[in-house]
Structures are given as C-alpha cells and as structure tokens.
C-alpha cells in the first residue's frame, strides 16, 4: 500500500497492511492527522501528526504515537486521536509534554543529587548544618537500600501518597530485603521491618522536602501518607538489680581478660548517660578534669557540656594515656578510636543475663534513674545533654515503682479517712 495513499481507516486495513524495507504511514481520510504507521518489523502502531506552536508551515512538525494495533481497536485509536487533536486545537503541545516526561529525573537520580547537595539538618538548634558524616551515611544508605531498590524507576512528579504508603509495607514486609557479598569480609544486610520502614519514610519526606525548595516537584508524596512516621518510644531501661548485674560481669570479664577498653566503656555509658560513639570517639581534650566536665565539640545536638560523676572521673583518671593518640580509647593498629564494642558487647550483656539491652538502654538507664531519684527534669537534660525539654519529657513517667510507692502514700491517708484501715 503506497505511503501517500488515504482511506478510512479500518480492521481489515490496518489487517491488509504488510511491512516493507521502510517504515511507512496510512493516512486517515477522515480524520486529518491520524494514521497507522507500520515499522519494517511488522509493528503497527497509531499515531497523530501536528505542527505545534499554533500551527503554520514554519512550525515543527511533531508526532504523538497513541497505541500499538492489537493493544487498540482502530476505533478506540480513532477516540484518542480525536482527543490528542483537540488539546493540539488549544494550544498544547503533547509531544513536549512527553519529551519533557521522559527526561524527567527519576527517583534514582533524586538520591544522587539528593547526596550531593541537599543532606543538611532541616529543623532543629543544628537546622541548616551539614549532616554528621555517619549520619549522611546512614541515611543515604538507606535510600539506595530501599527507596532505589523499589521506587528508583519512577519519576519524582508520579510519585503519590499512595505509592508512598505501599512502600512503607513493602519495607516492613521485608521486600526490600537483601544480603550480598560485595568484597573478602564484607556484606551488604538489608533486614528491613517496621523500625526500618520508619526510619526510611522519615528519609524519603526529607529528601522530597529537598526536591520541593529546589523546584522540582510541587507537593512532597509523603506528607498526606497514612503511616506511623514516628518510632514507638523505647521505655527499656535496667532496674538498680540489673545494673548490678552488668557491673558483677563486667569484673568477671575483666578477670577472664575481655579487652579493658571495652569494659570501661560500658561503664562510661551507664555513669555518664552519653550516647555511643560520644563515649567510643571521646578525646583527651574533651575531658575537663578541673571542673569534672565533658565539652564535647561535636554531639548529635553540636557542641555539648556534660557534667561528670566522680566515679566516671575516677575511671578516666585510671586510663593510661596514650600521646600518640588524642582519642581516650584509641585503636588496636593504626589511627582512629577503637572499634571492637559491636563485638564484645553482646558478650558483656550475655555474661550479665540481660535480654533486649543495648548501649543506648544505658542512655535510657540514667535518664529512668535520675528522674526516678526526684531529679528535676531540667537537670535530668542536662546530664543527658537534651537540647529541648520534649527530649527529657519520656523519663518523666518510665519508672512505676515510684508512681507506686507515691500512691501508697496518698492512699493510705485517704483510706484511714474513709475508714478503711479500721
């Protein structure tokens, strides 16, 4: 059938039309700028030809392909072909708005620049600072993990709170799931989970937050999502029997010659209520020994001043300095500060018969403690180093014994009132 030539187009048209060396087009006589095109390989698609900007012969001439015949009747072509025609007759121009699509940077690529450019605190004391490395690192790590692994194909305009919400479950559920052997001695573990799912939903609104100040999207896909966006408070601390218990441990240890280092900070965690690494990276010249102070330069919320009890001052005090090294517990080989906690702490809490405990229930521990002690809050933040009240407010009622003993108190003076104790 000759490329020029113009008919109704039919079933047993498009039927009859066999491929040649070169792609050609049947016209539709009806509908002007309507045809059929068939591809050298047999392919046979319907598509809309235009001229845009109004129109004109100095106007580019565009295409817009509607379907593929087989995927679409003649006649349902023939519907979509009018309704493209009519955009085209109000001055759109659908080819650009499809080139301009495909171009369109995709959720993958949001993450690259996302890591280049916009990994700074967005609210906050510390809002506008720079993320801390091991902070960006995580994070980042958990959006190539599972935001790339499952939405990474998807351009960031088509994103939906829909999708958004499906990709909370399907991290929960696990499906983002994976572990891989990337090198001698080192593999890539994805869990995932609910606390992961959460963690990455916080990550995915930051950096569409990110996208909508650099005028890439309009709305952020995660801000109308129905998800728990928040992690469930952790209320896990030791009693003073438990904390006995790590302590006999830690002696038992250090006589069967577990790592010194590790021992003692164990113990700095539960005394002083630091967080981690503030206890693992801590220096020499964040020890104030004069005024029993850590000035910490660089802690979660920037720079912090922690007060010491005697007893943490005593340990460091014990600590035989090394002055090749600024860091109190520095390395085993090499430069940097020692880095074998992750694998001996769960020795430490075996030794100790302790279930559910991490070094950040230590944290908690001295935060349940002072509280529970009659500490006002305010100083309970600043041993913690909180840099808002909200932070402290969780101790404030994690301990029952004394809320317990307090209703005691008052009952017994009410029940002697009422006559109950005759």
């Known amino acids: 059938m000759p490329a020029s ?3 109704r187009l039919t079933k047993t048209i498009v039927d009859t039309a066999v491929p040649t060396a070169k792609r050609y087009a049947v016209w539709d006589s009806e509908l002007a700028g309507f045809a059929v095109r068939i591809e050298p390989t047999g ?21 817009v392909t509607i379907g593929r015949f087989g995927n679409l009747t003649v006649e349902e072509a023939r519907k979509k072909a009018k309704k493209v025609l009519g955009q085209i007759a109000v001055g759109e121009d659908p080819a650009a708005a499809r080139n301009s699509k495909r171009v369109e940077m995709k959720v993958a690529a949001l993450v690259d620049l996302y890591e280049a450019e916009g990994c700074y605190i967005q609210r906050g004391v510390r809002q506008g600072e720079p993320m801390k490395p091991l902070t960006k690192q995580y994070t980042i790590g958990r959006l190539r993990h ?3 692994r499952l939405l990474g194909h998807k351009r960031i305009t088509e994103l939906t709170a829909g999708d958004t919400e499906r990709f909370f479950r399907d991290v929960e559920s696990g499906k983002s799931r994976k572990d891989e052997k990337v090198g ?8 995932g989970g609910p606390g992961a799912a959460r963690k990455v939903f916080r990550d995915l609104s930051a950096m569409y937050s ?34 006995r218990k790590l302590g006999e441990a830690c002696d038992a240890l250090e006589k069967e010659g577990l790592n010194s280092k590790a021992l003692i900070i164990t113990r700095l965690w539960i005394l002083t209520g630091c967080r ?8 020499w010249s964040e020890v104030d020994f004069e005024r029993g102070l850590l000035t910490l330069a660089d802690s979660k919320t920037g720079q912090s001043v922690r007060p010491l009890a005697g007893a943490a001052i005593g340990l460091l005090k014990g600590i035989s300095r090394s002055y090749a090294s600024d860091y109190v517990f520095p390395a085993e080989c090499g430069e940097g500060y020692f880095q074998g906690t992750k694998k001996l702490w769960p020795k430490i809490v075996s030794k100790a018969g302790l279930t559910d405990v991490t070094p950040h229930t230590l944290r ?7 509280t529970s002690s009659g500490e006002a809050l305010a100083m309970t933040g600043a041993i913690l180093g909180h840099a808002n009240m909200r932070s402290t407010m969780i101790y404030a009622h994690v301990d029952h014994d004394p809320m317990k003993a307090a209703a005691d108190r008052v009952g017994i003076k009410i029940a002697d009132a009422l006559g109950c104790l005759r």
């Open 146 to 148: 599972h935001v790339v």
């Open 5 to 7: 030539s113009k008919v």
């Open 276 to 283: 981690r690494q503030e206890i693992v990276e801590l220096k």
């Open 43 to 63: 392919t046979k698609s319907f598509v809309v030809r235009y001229r845009a900007d109004g129109g004109g012969r100095t106007a580019p001439q565009r295409y």
């Open 184 to 191: 001698p001695r080192k593999r890539i573990l994805v869990r």
């Open 364 to 370: 908690h521990t001295m935060g349940a403690i002072a």
């Open 210 to 243: 990110f996208a909508v100040r650099r005028g890439l999207v309009e709305v952020n896909p995660c801000d109308k999502a129905v998800v728990r966006k928040t992690d469930g408070r952790r209320t896990r601390f030791l009693s003073l029997a438990e904390v």
